[in-house]
């Protein structure tokens, strides 16, 4: 295997694997969630959502928007759905 194969599969493994830890995180948000453990789904959600994952994005919106492990804060829920980060 050449150079260029070897550095095409390493970057395909890196990337595969930081999807499906992206996923686990998100999963354990959702468990939370679901638990009514709204702490834990925010700390699982908040990085995600920082890095850009949309349905974690989503996820805090709802936190916000119900104000579940915070204070309710429609501006703040307006802007996690839109993915704008301005974090008090």
Do not use: C
């Not at 992206?22 to 908040?46: C, H, P, S, V």
């Amino acid at each position: 295997m050449n150079k260029l194969h070897s550095l095409v599969l390493a970057i395909t493994l890196l990337v595969g694997s930081v999807s499906v830890a992206t996923a686990q995180d998100f999963d354990k948000g959702i468990d939370a969630y679901k638990a009514g453990d709204y702490q834990t789904a925010l700390q699982e959600w908040r990085p995600l959502a920082e890095q850009g994952n949309a349905p974690a994005q989503f996820g805090l919106g709802q936190l916000y928007y119900h104000g579940k492990g915070v204070l309710q804060d429609y501006a703040q829920a307006l802007m996690s759905y839109a993915g704008i980060w301005v974090m008090a």
